[in-house]
């Protein structure tokens, strides 16, 4: 390949589609991964557009970190084109996936790139690979901690160790539930009553609801929300400031240890089980690898898995990586450090990956990963397909030798 030619890179989130060039240092495209559709015209709106169409159909794509939307998830990619002014059959795409995704859905993943969008060259890379890969990583035990899955995954000299795979659904749309269960139970608020106050005199769909007041219980856990540097269980007294809140109707409200309350689930989701409606059960697309038990639970039930020796542990266990929008969470390093340090005393453990709410290997750590693995390009990458060799697959290759072959290279 010719390394002058830039590839597009799409990282899909369930929440946010992170998305640019691989010359770009960062994603140049953030947005909503969620579409809206006109219900009398059919019209798709995709991207940040979604927050002035408020009588449509708010839709998802995602689900467990999958892409399960396969009639739809094509407007998310060609709104990535259209917004970066790109043409798809003129460059290499570059997508992510998660370590769980399964053959049929990179057989579709690979259908549609090749055959709706005619890329000439395509490639599928896991995502925690691209995390420690973009970090100048070989080996790192990766924290992703997304909206909707949490996982951990061990890498060994730069190949994952399939058998610590581990993944739940406690993450940051979890976080959100009991914001929400803390404003409208404790509270009493009106559901409604979240709604940002530009919608409160328009027609607005259900769905266009629900997604808005996501957008301030979002607010709300980053802006409030902090995680004790102790398990809340184990401390007698624990002391907080006053935070304050300005709702959307313009009422403050004043939050105090309810601050470490609501983001302790993270870490004890059966200790803070939700009431329905909000329960979140495990769910059978999770797979094997899904845990039912907190953040720690995840990590030590990955290393358990791996019935390794004591060096790899070791290695992974100084080379910890926390990346995914959740991990901005505050206090969430200090707390995820203090419970390793109590449950593996013996180790030396140490993070990397900037703290603070603009750190990039965070928020975007995934689509850098995958934005330099993208641009090596040199010949070698492209061709063997023989051999098994090689990051990308051409369309040409695609078109010879079958969807099923060219899944088994992104195996
Ligand atoms: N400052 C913050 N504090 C706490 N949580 C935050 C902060 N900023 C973003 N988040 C949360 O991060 C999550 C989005 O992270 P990210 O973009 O990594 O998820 P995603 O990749 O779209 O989802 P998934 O990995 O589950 O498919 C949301 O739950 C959001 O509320
Ligand atoms: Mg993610």
Known sequence: ?????????????????????????????????????????????VGDEIHAHPANDVYTLMKHGMIYNWDNIIYNWEHVYASLQLVPQESPLVMTENVWNTAANKAKTCELAFENLQVPIFSLVK????????????????IDIGSSVASVTPILDGAILAKGLKHSRFAGDFLDLHVMNYLT?????????????????????????????????DDF??????????????????QTG?????????????????????????????????????TIAPSAAGGPQQQTGGLMELVLASLKSLEANGDVYGQLLSNIIITGGGSLLQGLE??????????LPNFNISYYSSSGINSVERKFGSWVGASCLSSIGDDGLVSGFDSGEGLFVSKQDYEEFGVDSVVQRFS
Do not use: W
Request: glycine residues 6%; contains cysteine.
């Open 334 to 343: 200090t707390r995820l450090l203090n419970d390793l340090n109590r449950f």
């Open 242 to 278: 006053l935070k304050h809140y300005q709702l959307p109707d313009g009422k403050v409200l004043p939050c105090g240890p309810e601050q470490l309350h609501l983001a302790e689930p993270l870490f004890q989701p059966i200790s803070y089980a939700l009431p329905p409606p909000y």
């Open 1 to 45: 390949m010719d390394s002058t030619i830039a590839s597009v890179v799409i990282d899909n989130g369930a929440a946010t589609t992170k998305a640019g060039v691989s010359s770009d240092e960062i994603p140049s495209l953030v947005f909503p991964t969620s579409y809206s559709q006109n219900a009398n015209t059919q019209e798709v709106v």
């Open 127 to 142: 995502s925690p690979l691209c995390v420690t890969y973009g970090m100048g990583k070989a080996t790192g035990l990766v």
């Open 221 to 238: 856990k980053s802006s409030i929300t902090a995680l004790s540097n102790f398990p809340l269980s184990l401390l007698q007294q624990y």
């Open 185 to 217: 139970t404790t509270h009493g608020l009106k559901l409604d009553s979240l709604l940002p106050a530009r919608f409160a005199n328009v027609a607005v769909s259900q769905s266009f609801k629900t997604y808005q007041i996501g957008s301030v219980l």
